[in-house]
Nanobody, 120 residues
């Protein structure tokens, strides 16, 4: 069974920083893409950033230059360093992975979500 464990959300003032982390676990899990999405109240879920197994990165335009995504393949963990946070970054952030196992074949999994609130 593949599970994702997220951590790092919370309340931060505008201009502040937070780091989110997400660790995937599961037998014989091979992960291709790891990333973060977010969903603000009344809005659709949107991609924040993702990284594939080759290290290629994709960022939403709204976070470029402020957020940095990194990945530890040995630990199946992805980190999202968020700097210079603004109120518009307030949302529930969801970890997402795409990969496969010998039993399931291709799989996609979502974390339970962690709330980030940017407010003074």
């Amino acid at each position: 069974q593949v599970q994702l464990m997220e951590s790092g959300g919370g309340l931060v003032q505008p201009g502040g920083s937070l780091t989110l982390s997400c660790t995937a676990s599961g037998s014989d899990l091979s992960i291709d893409v790891m990333g973060w999405y977010r969903q603000a109240p009344g809005k659709q879920r949107e991609l924040v950033a993702e990284i594939n197994s080759g290290g290629s990165l994709v960022y939403a335009d709204s976070v470029k230059g402020r957020f940095t995504l990194s990945r530890d393949n040995a630990e199946n963990t992805v980190y999202l360093q968020m700097n210079n946070l603004i109120p518009e970054d307030t949302a529930v952030y969801y970890c997402n992975i795409e990969g496969d196992t010998p039993i399931t074949g291709y799989l996609e999994r979502w974390g339970q979500g962690t709330l980030v609130t940017v407010s003074s």
